[in-house]
């Protein structure tokens, strides 16, 4: 949940902010020596009843057991839960043994019912796993129902048992997949909350409100008078009396009502003191549209994590800071609070803009579209809430029926798809995302790292997997948004197309084409019909061509055409003629749209003339106009792909029980330890189960290593290890052996199987091929000898004095792939599939994804490729085993997931065969995941 953010104080202490049921937070954190007289006071303040239930009975030394909450027995572990500057929750565990603890919480009587005790228990059930204890036990009285009722909602698998006078609860650590989705429900009611509570305010204080139009303080607080809202609005500003007609107030702290929101317009430290001001005072929202924060540097980084640490502290939620503010276009609400010079017109589109400035124009270009929006949030540098809590908020508003967003970062890209893959099933998401340039390539060492690129490749693939529909200018972003939200989606790809000119008719056709749409021809009848009222000359066809182009001509052969089931989407264009009334037509169109005979999406091309185009978007049913036809068909593309992942089955992530991730886990560990040092005598895998591992880098070092423990930050795993891990997770590999020279290479080579491949394995080769490091399809020992001597001195004359040699058996012909990772610092594993061999970096044919995948994602990967008509049998060639990539796909999934120390992956090539797929050649970095 919101309250699931996990982050490290300065001296790196671990702490969760979380986010109750009714919107407010609390800190949760480890006890401190110095909490004694704060858990003193929480306990004095609580109520007989309370202590009663919690202790089973009274205790009177409660000096002492402050102390020893303070300060914990080794093993043990205290936390304590922080709002509004005090302790108001305290839950620990006390190991009874090895494998067990008990557990137990206690909250504020004022603070009970919010959902901290879950929070508690949740955080605790965490520290426990990572400290080795697998199971809790609680003792509860039989009379204390609501603490039974934490433990049986938390969605842990809970086990009670009687003893005399008391209920043991029993229950595992580990969250079951019932238990996460209980609390991403819990996570979900809770930001909802909070910003139902920014959005829905009873009053609000403009802290720098200005008597002087014009300023950013002057016009927000004029836009909330003019705006109508129905509730106080306070100005406050200590240099003035009266703000614009309004007695003013020196300070938050003077005014005499309540204070559900405060904007705050001062320099940023003003901007902090004035929001210690308001955390006194007992405000619930705070918007801070004051730049000079995070975005100006380290200086400005830290003036904004005081501004979130005032704003913790005292429970309240923070839009901002460096934002233009928040509106609502409820008719109840009319809350306009924000400094843009253009009132929105309601509608159903619920908008989030990462930037202040281009809010402004979003809002004008909106209007002038005839686009009205439900909410609107400028989030600015986006320091608490952020556009997941926007979304879950949005997710169950009645009155927005299309999400719109524009972001230049994503915080927390896995929980956003999450999110959005949720939403999107119910509502559309339209998103434009800043930052496509490749200045943000990634430098890797992998065929992986290159195929893929620049992050906004994985942004990309964030989007697919979401449903999120990603548009590529603003200009196309308020086309798709104005059909979504006024228009069905299409039930398919086929696309009826109405004109009065040819021309036209023609270039919607090649738009459509482009877009992936089709145009199929119209059946005899559907021409007999339209022949019945149309022109003689007129084309029956697809494009359907009235050629007068009447307004009775439009509206009857629009019904005729949506009468038609062989089509699901209908492209009207006008071309003005030289005598008429376009108002007319449009009129005549918009009749018919209101009267069709089933829910299909109508769009229209009003081509050189803006007349009519506000009556098309002010029926009862709107309908969404554009300048020319290519724009017209990209926003229909873009509605049939939504529609078809959203009717799409919800893909759902496999579990294997043949996976071994704790002796991958050791492997891991070992391998970073050891680092470069020579390891054991294992030098060969060569098994029935035909399962080995290809070349990697033996011992390669890199970005940063402990020289005087030997471990190692980031290393490159040797052929065995590699062998390892993938049979960890039942990837298999083709049978190999490792040889010291030459000779060695020729005798090991019988024991693999004829015929060989013989292969360099030495530190920084990437492409064996061009280091002269691989040799094919060598038939006998003569052969392997003569080979190796070769990749030796070839190695030798680049410098790679040390080198060894891999002798590995052939496999049959199939499809070659690539299957690989690259770890993303702020996406996580990023899985990629395409063309293998030494066609990889020449075809650059790659599909991406985020981890973990799905089924229906390893599907959708493989079917998407240019290179799949191999899989299927091309060319006289027998159809691959797809099943086992997608197989492999999966398993990979897996060990990234399970094994965040996998930075770089590359299996290349695998080879898909007619019956199963196996690894050829594998290299994999490991590296210690950043603690920041």
């Not at 695998?910 to 210690?928: K, N, P, T």
Request: glycine letters at 10%.
């Amino acid at each position: 949940m919101r309250g699931s953010a996990m982050s490290m104080t300065p001296s790196r202490e671990r702490v969760r902010d979380a986010v109750l049921r009714d919107g407010s937070s609390i800190r949760l954190r480890r006890s401190r020596p110095g909490d004694e007289p704060a858990l003193l006071a929480f306990l004095s303040a609580l109520a007989l009843e309370s202590r009663r239930m919690r202790f089973a009975g009274l205790v009177n030394d409660l000096t002492g057991l402050a102390k020893r909450w303070a300060e914990p027995d080794a093993g043990d572990c205290s936390l304590v839960g922080e709002a509004g500057g005090r302790i108001v929750a305290q839950g620990s565990f006390n190991r009874a043994g090895r494998d067990s603890a008990e557990v137990a919480f206690l909250v504020a009587d004022e603070f009970q019912g919010r959902g901290i005790a879950t929070l508690l228990l949740d955080e605790l059930a965490a520290r426990a796993r990572d400290a080795g204890i697998p199971t809790f036990f609680a003792e509860v009285l039989p009379e204390n129902a609501r603490m039974l009722d934490v433990f049986r909602e938390s969605g842990f698998p809970t086990r009670v048992r009687v003893e005399p006078g008391a209920l043991i609860v029993e229950f595992p650590t580990e969250l079951s997949d019932a238990a996460r989705e209980r609390f991403e429900q819990r996570e979900r009611i809770a930001a909802a909350a909070a910003v139902d509570a920014l959005l829905h305010p009873a009053s609000v204080a403009v802290i720098g409100a200005s008597r002087r139009r014009g300023t950013i303080g002057g016009e927000l607080f004029h836009n909330l008078l003019r705006g109508a809202f129905p509730g106080p609005v306070y100005p406050v500003n200590p240099n003035a009396d009266v703000v614009q007609s309004v007695a003013a107030y020196r300070s938050v702290l003077d005014v005499p009502g309540r204070v559900d929101l405060a904007v705050i317009v001062l320099p940023p430290p003003a901007s902090i003191a004035a929001a210690e001001q308001c955390a006194a005072r007992g405000v619930r929202s705070l918007v801070v549209v004051s730049p000079g924060f995070a975005e100006v540097g380290p200086e400005g980084a830290e003036r904004q994590r005081e501004l979130l640490a005032v704003c913790r502290r005292a429970g309240m939620r923070l839009v901002g800071p460096n934002c233009m503010g928040v509106m609502n276009l409820d008719p109840g609400v009319n809350l306009h609070a924000t400094y843009a010079s253009a009132m929105p017109l309601p509608g159903g589109v619920g908008f989030m803009s990462q930037s202040g400035s281009l809010g402004l124009a979003i809002i004008q270009r909106a209007n002038r579209v005839g686009l009205g929006l439900s909410s609107f949030v400028s989030a600015g540098n986006k320091a608490d809430l952020s556009g997941n809590d926007f979304l879950q908020y949005w997710e169950g508003d009645e009155r927005t029926a299309v999400v719109a967003l524009y972001l230049e970062s994503l915080g927390n890209p896995r929980k956003f798809a999450r999110i959005a893959r949720r939403v999107g099933r119910s509502k559309p998401i339209i998103a434009v995302k800043s930052g496509r340039s490749a200045a943000g390539a990634r430098a890797t060492s992998s065929h992986t790292g290159a195929l893929i690129g620049a992050s906004d490749v994985t942004v990309d693939a964030l989007f697919r997997q979401a449903g999120v529909i990603r548009t590529d200018t603003l200009s196309e972003f308020f086309d798709v948004a104005s059909l979504l939200a006024d228009q069905p989606l299409p039930a398919g790809r086929r696309v009826g197309i109405l004109t009065n000119g040819g021309g036209p008719g023609i270039l919607a056709v090649d738009a459509c084409d482009a877009d992936g749409l089709e145009v199929p021809p119209l059946p005899a009848e559907v021409r007999a019909r339209l022949a019945e009222f149309l022109p003689p000359e007129a084309a029956l066809g697809n494009p359907v061509d009235t050629i007068d182009g009447t307004p009775d001509s439009f509206a009857r052969a629009i019904r005729v055409l949506a009468d038609w089931d062989g089509m699901d989407a209908l492209l009207v264009l006008f071309v003005p003629p030289l005598a008429g009334s376009d108002e007319d037509v449009a009129v005549a169109i918009r009749s018919a749209v209101e009267e069709l005979p089933r829910p299909i999406p109508v769009v229209c091309v009003f081509m050189a003339s803006e007349d009519g185009v506000s009556t098309l978007r002010a029926g009862r049913v709107r309908v969404p106009v554009y300048g020319f036809p290519e724009e017209a068909a990209r926003a229909l593309a873009r509605a049939v792909q939504y529609a078809e992942w959203r009717r799409a089955p919800v893909g759902s992530v496999p579990r294997f029980d043949d996976v071994r991730p704790d002796e991958a886990a050791a492997m891991i560990a070992s391998a970073l330890a050891r680092g470069g040092r020579p390891k054991g005598p294992e030098r060969s895998h060569v098994a029935d189960r035909s399962r080995g591992s290809a070349p990697a880098q033996g011992g390669e070092r890199s970005r940063g290593s402990d020289p005087s423990s030997g471990a190692e930050r980031s290393r490159w795993l040797d052929p065995d290890e590699v062998a390892c891990l993938l049979e960890c997770y039942g990837i298999p590999i083709a049978p190999w052996r490792l040889a010291d020279t030459p000779e060695e290479a020729a005798r090991v080579a019988a024991e693999v199987g004829w015929p060989v491949a013989v292969k360099g394995v030495a530190t920084g080769i990437l492409h064996k091929a061009e280091a002269r490091a691989v040799t094919l399809a060598v038939p006998d020992a003569a052969g392997v000898e003569a080979a190796a001597h070769a990749i030796g001195e070839a190695l030798d004359a680049a410098g790679r004095l040390e080198h060894r040699f891999l002798v590995q058996r052939m496999m049959p012909s199939g499809a070659e792939m690539l299957v690989g990772v690259v770890h993303d610092r702020v996406f996580g594993p990023v899985i990629a599939c395409g063309a293998g061999g030494s066609a990889a970096r020449l075809l650059r044919d790659v599909a991406v994804r985020i981890t973990p995948l799905t089924d229906r994602d390893a599907a959708e990967m493989v079917r998407s490729l240019a290179t799949f008509r191999l899989l299927e049998g091309f060319g006289g060639t027998a159809p691959a085993d797809v099943a086992a990539l997608e197989d492999t796909l999966l398993r990979v999934s897996a060990m990234v997931e399970a094994h965040p120390e996998v930075a770089e992956m590359d299996c290349n090539p695998l080879i898909v065969l007619e019956q199963g797929a196996v690894v050829v050649d594998a290299r994999i970095r490991i590296e210690l995941p950043s603690r920041d």
